[in-house]
């Protein structure tokens, strides 16, 4: 099968790339089973192709050394000098951001509003057998020092780390609004589930997931802000489809004008009005000459970081419809594991728009922070209870087990979904053959446009149910998280000394390993 065309997009550090598909895929048997990995394994080998001999892509979420002396290398001119004059990092050097201007003028401009002050961000140390305690980073820059913590001190800590993220395309701004509230519950757990961040800075930590790090690293709230409101980089902070107070249990600071300018000259409903009042009591982070009130509304959109993020339609698109970007997932190791979590989250989102009753129930800001907080914690998918709430039940604490392979979990909603597309594109086949008797779930010529001449089959069912039964044993502990088999790695190396600190003989080893797993599957442990 030919792979789709991709588009490439510069992100924040010189060892990124972004690549998306250039256009959405169809939402049938066959895209599922057939599209979505081999386009991801795609765009590994284009990218491969640009590399000289001894030069590997991993999809790794965070370099376990990163920020550790001479960790970056500069094309072959030497080691990279720190304290440059954009991030004014002790541990990461400017040569790190990316030449797109963008990038540094956020940097500067975050450490702006914090009154030139750098961002911190702490970090637990994972404590073994031999870690010096009560551990102390000396940090003679700033002075910060925390017992059991090591500071960080640089946008590219978070910025710099990489993720898996999905656009889901919604049939109206209602569909839109009831599933983005949806995804924001499920962030959690699938922060849990995608877990690839258990190292940085040479330190092993005592968290698995990269969230709070980013959060903390784009921080430009002044000390008068932190007391009212989140990061830039968070979960979601208001409900969109209900204005409920029960539900939207914290303060939400709002830009007043905004909103009253929404309620009465936009009509709009209560609930987005607060949503949007919320993201312009932000000061833009980065303008460009000449950005028109699209452009400029971006601006503050895109520098506001949630787990899901509501985007307008947009005029580039084919056929321009709301869509929901589901954004907490981290970079996993290997294209089918991409895949995997990219198909779940597709078939449980087309499940809840076209639900007539709440697959999945919402709970509380207040927990659901505390779920977020929850699923960066060290093998979270095996050791810690989230807030849940099944459908029509009362909220309880459930494992990610549970809510993925229990009998009202993720994984039968996927499936019911996957039987009920199974079949939509069956009748519609057999429609066509007999001639057409209904509309189908999408109306003849949309179903047409997407099924085009791929009729469903076994393969493809079959196909999908390996992705789906990948995740039910991830959750299930029996296969690993990428941040477990990490970790697992470095403290069973022959050179780790079982004192937090990662050697570099263990790095390069598991760099070597990685390889393997990513284009072999060969196993990390």
């Not at 898996?164 to 009831?178: D, G, I, N, R, V």
């Not at 993020?309 to 594991?337: C, G, H, N, Y």
Request: charged share 20%; glycine share 6%.
């Amino acid at each position: 099968m030919e792979a789709k065309p991709s588009q490439w997009h510069p992100e924040y550090a010189r060892w990124m790339l972004e690549a998306t598909p250039e256009k959405p895929y169809p939402y049938t048997m066959w895209a599922l089973a057939r599209i979505c990995e081999q386009d991801i394994r795609a765009r590994r080998i284009e990218a491969t192709s640009r590399l000289h001999a001894n030069e590997y892509l991993l999809s790794l979420a965070a370099f376990p050394a990163l920020g550790s002396p001479d960790f970056l290398w500069n094309n072959g001119s030497g080691n990279c000098p720190v304290n440059g004059p954009i991030a004014n990092s002790a541990f990461l050097p400017d040569a790190s951001i990316s030449v797109h201007p963008r990038f540094s003028t956020l940097t500067r401009n975050i450490m702006e509003r914090r009154g030139g002050i750098l961002v911190d961000i702490p970090l637990p140390v994972f404590r073994d057998t031999k870690t010096p305690w009560p551990f102390h980073q000396n940090i003679e820059k700033n002075g910060t020092e925390t017992e059991g913590m090591i500071h960080l001190d640089a946008m590219g800590f978070g910025m710099g780390l990489c993720c898996l993220q999905s656009t889901l395309q919604c049939p109206s701004l209602q569909k839109a609004m009831f599933l983005y509230d949806r995804l924001a519950i499920i962030a959690p757990i699938m922060i849990a589930l995608t877990a690839s961040t258990p190292a940085i800075a040479s330190y092993l930590l005592d968290i698995d997931a990269r969230w709070d790090i980013i959060s903390n690293s784009v921080d430009d709230r002044t000390p008068e802000e932190r007391q009212s409101q989140k990061s830039r980089y968070a979960s979601i902070s208001t409900f969109l489809s209900t204005p409920s107070s029960h539900l939207n249990d914290l303060p939400l600071p709002i830009n007043l004008r905004m909103y009253d300018t929404l309620l009465r000259a936009g009509n709009m409903e209560t609930a987005l009005a607060r949503h949007f009042g919320f993201l312009f009591v932000r000061d833009p982070l980065v303008l460009y000459p000449g950005d028109n009130d699209e452009r400029l509304f971006e601006s503050i959109q895109s520098t506001n970081w949630n787990t899901v993020r509501l985007k307008l339609p947009s005029a580039s698109l084919d056929i321009p419809t709301w869509r929901v970007e589901f954004r907490p997932m981290e970079a996993q190791l290997t294209d089918f594991e991409s895949a995997a979590f990219l198909i779940l989250i597709q078939l449980v989102s087309r499940a809840i728009i076209m639900g007539e009753n709440p697959l999945i129930e919402l709970i509380p800001i207040s927990l659901l922070d505390q779920n977020i907080a929850c699923a960066q914690k060290r093998d979270a998918v095996r050791l810690e209870s989230f807030y849940w709430k099944r459908p029509g039940g009362t909220i309880e604490q459930l494992t990610i087990d549970e809510i993925i392979n229990g009998p009202d979990g993720l994984l039968r909603i996927a499936r019911a979904e996957l039987s009920r597309l199974e079949k939509a594109e069956a009748d519609h086949n057999c429609s066509l053959q007999n001639g057409p008797s209904g509309s189908g779930i999408l109306g003849h010529s949309s179903i047409k446009r997407e099924i085009g001449d791929h009729e469903p089959t076994g393969y493809d069912r079959n196909a999908i149910e390996r992705y789906l039964t990948f995740i039910g044993e991830r959750a299930a502990g029996r296969i690993p998280t990428p941040a477990r088999a990490i970790r697992e790695f470095i403290m069973g190396h022959r050179s780790y000394a079982k004192d937090s600190v990662v050697p570099k003989e263990a790095i390069y080893d598991l760099m070597q390993k990685l390889v393997l797993h990513s284009v072999l599957n060969v196993p990390i442990i």
